[in-house]
Each structure stands twice: as structure tokens, then as C-alpha cells.
């Protein structure tokens, strides 16, 4: 069990404790003790493994005797227990933007709400509105929140399968019967989110291997199971399909299991036009006259058969790759291995979990050569914000942490995720912004301006020459609430005319700016950097997913400025200050 995961359990249970009516000291006590799990500055989990919590100030005996059995057992009996008296949708509540954990008791208590279904009747008959604390305001705002996850029901994030994709990945592979097994469909062409997950394998025993594949441990239950096929849901309701060919059919099928639809479209006309049908099996000859068939291997022959370069997944959406494969003209697309480093992460200092060292630490583990900070400017409150004082005195900690660490080669970069006022304005002064390496500025509050307003605001906000980037451009958290209103080609424009790199912010929840602008952007001239915005040392993990979207826009590792090493990331940092 994860730290993430302990403290999770524990704001849980304040939750359900409050739901309860118990007195609000116990309720405190799980709420701070969340708080100092996730902060906390050693392995704390280690610690509880240990029974070595006796040092660790806030920490009653009772809290101190529940992480000591999540971190042996992996579970909670008290929690399993207080939570098995209420019904399991109950939790849905707290993913609704705008429901605050006052607001979920209060439903709970005074209507009976356990779901979103029951609060979705609560909200359109107008009982929710009559609560104290429920304005007109705050039940049309829950009712878009539901209606908007409702569109999105069906969708899963990257970080809930990704590890989905590789376990089944792995045990397709170590199959006796399977020569090749791969992930197709959206995950593989890089998509931010996916409805299903489609497998396919190379296999003389298609049966041994679908049986086989319905039996494994993550499968919750069996949709369809046929001879060469079957549908299965997994863990979280995930549905994943599998198709078992040969392996002389593997590469047609992976291409064309692959997609997109569109991307399928367009090659199948091309194969036409020169005689040939396509589908998930093989070339077949349409006409007498029509050209011989050479051998293919290999998805890369498939596309030579049909005089194109090899086109890589995630550009496969027919928005002019295929063009751009008959001329040579594909991008060299960027890979995980170019990183030297990551800007945009937090510390204990704001709202992260790691303290600054271990934050330098994990980077350097990774092999990266240079970290850079950006915690959050003192109106984001909520997030524990810095104020100047204390970030004067972190600019102090990190240089003299970096004497430390040049030795080895690596450099940690002074920077703040500064707030974007409501009007444009900085929540740090010129002077103040000055003294650090680079500054991301972002929106955090106020989202809901008419565009032409908030895009005036952004564009002020990038103005100033100190903003060396601008942080997640449309503030969307996928499946969860929509972009801000904000024309995106006129804030790409000023960023060209100012200098200001844009984020292609790395955490599955963002991906934020869209894959889809970003040939546009780099048209234009307009630099990215891939930020994992990690709020712990797996939050830097986060730019696998970044570097599949910056695949998807087309970026190859000049165009992504953290491909740059220590002694040349520098004067990008500057040049927007020295114009
Ligand atoms: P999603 O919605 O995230 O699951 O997206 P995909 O692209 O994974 O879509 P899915 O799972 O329905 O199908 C996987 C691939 O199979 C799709 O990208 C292209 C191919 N495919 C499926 N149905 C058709 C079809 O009717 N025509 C063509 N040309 N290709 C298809
Ligand atoms: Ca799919
Ligand atoms: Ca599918
Ligand atoms: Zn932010």
C-alpha cells in the first residue's frame, strides 16, 4: 500500500465519520492525519511497517496502530468495516466538482442521497436547492458536473490502464502458445483517454490462448468468448477485447486494429487504387493486371507495399500523415529516452508530498540531469501556497542544495507555478520573479469567464517577459470538468509573439495543451515543455504520458525544450528575459 493510498483511507474515513455525526475532534484527527502521511518527509510507510511512528508529531496511537496494519496487511479492518455500512456509490459523490465533503453530508443526511443517480433526482426536483448552503447556482453547477461525466461514462484515463495494458501485455507474451502479442485501438495510437482496450496475439492455438485470456486473475467477467476472439471486463470495469490471428495475418490485423477508422479508410483506398483489397488479414488482388503482392512481415512492409514510410501509431488519425509518409515528411517523433530533465513540479513547500531532496533525488534516479521547482504562488491557498518570504527562502534552499548536488553532474532550477489573477495580472511582483530561473504561470481560480475575457487574461499574463511558460492552458481535468472558455490559436499567437513556451502538462488528469494544437503551435515557432506537474516521486512518472501526447502533436525532441541538456536548457530559460 502507498502512502497515496493510506491517506486516501484516511480522509475516508473522516468522511464517513462525519456522515455519521461523530464528534468532529475523531473527525479531525483522520483529516490531519492524512495530511501528514501524504507530507510527510521520510518513508513513512516504512516507518508504519516498522512500528517506528512513535516520532512522528500529530500521529495519535490509534492512527499510528491503522498505518502500522495498512502497511503490514495492505488493508484496514476498521475501515472495511465502517465503510461496508454504507452503500458502495456513496463515494461516486466526491468525484462531483463542487460537492465539498459539507455538502455530501448534508444530502446524506437530510434527503437521503447515496449515488449520483439519487442526486441528480435531489437536484432537478428542486429538494437539493432548498438546503442551506444549495443557491440556484451550486445545483446547476453539480447538474453539468453529472451531466458532463455522464458523456465521458464509458472512458477510462491512462493512468488506470496503463498498468491494465502491461500486465496483460506480459502475460499474453509469456504464453507458450503466443509468438507476438500487442496493445491496439486508441492506447496505442496515444489517445488521452480510451473507451475499451484491444489486444491481439499471434498464435497456431487460438482457442488455448482465448481460454487462457479469460482466465486471468484480473478478469471480472466474460462478455463474449468465440474460437478467435473474446471480450472480457477487468479490473474497474475496463473492457478489453482480444483477437487471435496467425502470424502470416498479424501485421494486417495489428494495422488494422490499430486504426484510426479514418486512418483505415485511407489506406484501404489507397491499396485499391493499385488493385489490391485490404482488410485485418491479408492484401487480396482485385484486378488481373494489379501489381504482385510482396511479402509482408511486418507493419513497416505494409506500409512500403503501399509506397509510404512507416507511419507511427499515435500520428495515425488521417489528419495528413499519410501525405506527409508518401514525401518523406514524417517527424522523427520524440521518445522518452530524450528528456535531460522536467520543470513544473511541487514540494512539501505547497501542496506535494516529497520534500525538495527527495524530489532531486528521484529525478537524478531516473537519470534526468536537472529538476525544476515550481511550487504554487501564495493565492492558491488552497494548495498551501508561497508567499515572498518563504519563497526567498526556497530560492536559498535549492542553491545551496545544488553545491551539493553539481558534484554529480545535476542542477535543481528555482521557478514557481505563479496564480494568473483574474485580471492577467501576476500574484508575484517583477522584482520577485526576477530573482528565479523561470516561472510557469497558470489559472487556478475564476474559471468561468466569457472567452474572450479569459483569453484577454491569459494573453496579459504571458505579456510579462518573467513568464517563461504557461501551465496547463485550458485548466481541463479529462472526464471530469471541461477546458475554461479560451480562444487556444490566439493564446498560441501571443506565445509565438512573445517567446512564452507552452506546457504540454504530463498528468494523465490534464494533458493539457491538446495533442491537436500542437502542429499548429510549433508552425508557428512556439517551443513546449513536457511537465509532469508531479506532486510526489511517482508524479515524475507522469511523462510517459506526456511523451505520448507530444507523439500525437507531431513533436520530435527539437521542438520540446527538457530534451535539452544542463549547459544549454539555460539560455532557453533566459532568452524570453533577454529580448
Ligand atoms: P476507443 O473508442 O477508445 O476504443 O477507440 P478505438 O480506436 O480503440 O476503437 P475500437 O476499440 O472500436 O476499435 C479498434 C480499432 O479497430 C479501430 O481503431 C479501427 C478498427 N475498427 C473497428 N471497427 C472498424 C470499422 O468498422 N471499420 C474500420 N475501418 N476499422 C474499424
Ligand atoms: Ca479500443
Ligand atoms: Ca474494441
Ligand atoms: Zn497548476
Request: charged share 25%; aromatic share 6%; glycine share 8%.
Amino acid at each position: 500500500m502507498t502512502r497515496e493510498d493510506a491517506a486516501t483511507i484516511f480522509e475516508r474515513i473522516a468522511l464517513l465519520l462525519e456522515l455519521k455525526g461523530e464528534n468532529s475532534f475523531k473527525v479531525r484527527a483522520y483529516r490531519t492525519g492524512a495530511e501528514i502521511v501524504e507530507s510527510h518527509s521520510g518513508d513513512i510507510m516504512k516507518l508504519a511497517a516498522e512500528n517506528q511512528l512513535a516520532g512522528v508529531k500529530g500521529l495519535g496511537e490509534a492512527l499510528r496502530d491503522k498505518l502500522h496494519e495498512m502497511a503490514t496487511t495492505g488493508k484496514l479492518e476498521f475501515y472495511e468495516k465502517l465503510k461496508a455500512e454504507f452503500p458502495d456509490t456513496l463515494f461516486e459523490l466526491f468525484d462531483v466538482q463542487g460537492l465539498g465533503p459539507k455538502k455530501v453530508a448534508a444530502l446524506h443526511a437530510e434527503l437521503g442521497v447515496s449515488s449520483i443517480a439519487d442526486l441528480k433526482r435531489a437536484c432537478e426536483s428542486g429538494e437539493a436547492a432548498k438546503l442551506s448552503g444549495f443557491g440556484g447556482k451550486t445545483v446547476e453547477k453539480i447538474l453539468e458536473s453529472i451531466a458532463f461525466r455522464e458523456q465521458h461514462a464509458s472512458e477510462f484515463r491512462l493512468d488506470l490502464v496503463q498498468p491494465l495494458v502491461l500486465e496483460i501485455l506480459e502475460a499474453l507474451r509469456q504464453h507458450p502458445n503466443v509468438s507476438h502479442a500487442e496493445v491496439c485501438g486508441s492506447f496505442r495510437r496515444g489517445k488521452e483517454t480510451v473507451h475499451d482496450l484491444d489486444f491481439l496475439v499471434a498464435t497456431r492455438k487460438p482457442e488455448v490462448v482465448i481460454e487462457a485470456f479469460v482466465q486471468l486473475p484480473l478478469v471480472v467477467d466474460v462478455i463474449a468468448q468465440g474460437p478467435t476472439k473474446a471480450s472480457v471486463h477487468v479490473t474497474h470495469g475496463v473492457q478489453c477485447d482480444l483477437r487471435a490471428v496467425s502470424s502470416k495475418e498479424f501485421p494486417f490485423a495489428l494495422t488494422y486494429f490499430t486504426g484510426s477508422k479514418e486512418h483505415n479508410v485511407a489506406i484501404r483506398q489507397r491499396a485499391l487504387a493499385r488493385g489490391w483489397s485490404l482488410n485485418e488479414y491479408a492484401f487480396t488482388p482485385e484486378r488481373e493486371d494489379a501489381p504482385v503482392i510482396p511479402p509482408i512481415h511486418d507493419e513497416a512492409e505494409l506500409y512500403r507495399a503501399l509506397d509510404l514510410d512507416f507511419i507511427d501509431p499515435e500520428l495515425r488519425e488521417n489528419t495528413g500523415e499519410i501525405d506527409a509518409a508518401e514525401h518523406g515528411g514524417l517527424p522523427r517523433l520524440i521518445q522518452l529516452e530524450n528528456l535531460r530533465g522536467v520543470f513544473h513540479n511541487h514540494t512539501t513547500a505547497s501542496d506535494g508530498g516529497a520534500t525538495l531532496r527527495e524530489m532531486a533525488e528521484a529525478a537524478h534516479d531516473l537519470g534526468l540531469q536537472y529538476l525544476g521547482i515550481a511550487d504554487h504562488s501564495k493565492s492558491s491557498f488552497q494548495a498551501n501556497g508561497l508567499d515572498e518570504k518563504r519563497l526567498l527562502a526556497q530560492i536559498q534552499e535549492i542553491r545551496a542544495l545544488n553545491v551539493e548536488m553539481a558534484e554529480e553532474g545535476f542542477r535543481i532550477f528555482a521557478g514557481s507555478e505563479v496564480d494568473i489573477l483574474k485580471d492577467g495580472s501576476l500574484d508575484f511582483s517583477d522584482e520577485i520573479m526576477g530573482q528565479l530561473d523561470y516561472v510557469v504561470a497558470s489559472v487556478h481560480n475564476v474559471f468561468n469567464l466569457p472567452e474572450a475575457e479569459m483569453t484577454k487574461r491569459i494573453i496579459r499574463a504571458i505579456e510579462n517577459p518573467h513568464v517563461t511558460m504557461l501551465g496547463h492552458l485550458t485548466g481541463r481535468l479529462l472526464l471530469q470538468r471541461p477546458a475554461y472558455n479560451v480562444n487556444v490559436a490566439a493564446v498560441i499567437d501571443a506565445a509565438a509573439e512573445t517567446g512564452t513556451i507552452i506546457e504540454l502538462n504530463a498528468s494523465a488528469w490534464r494533458l493539457d495543451m491538446d495533442w491537436r494544437w500542437w502542429k499548429l503551435a510549433k508552425a508557428k515557432g512556439v517551443k513546449c515543455s513536457i511537465n509532469p506537474d508531479a506532486h510526489s516521486t511517482h508524479g515524475l512518472q507522469a511523462v510517459i504520458y506526456g511523451i505520448k501526447a507530444a507523439r500525437k502533436g507531431w513533436l520530435t525532441r527539437q521542438d520540446v525544450i527538457n530534451c535539452l541538456p544542463l549547459g544549454e536548457v539555460e539560455e532557453v530559460l533566459r532568452a524570453k528575459r533577454e529580448r
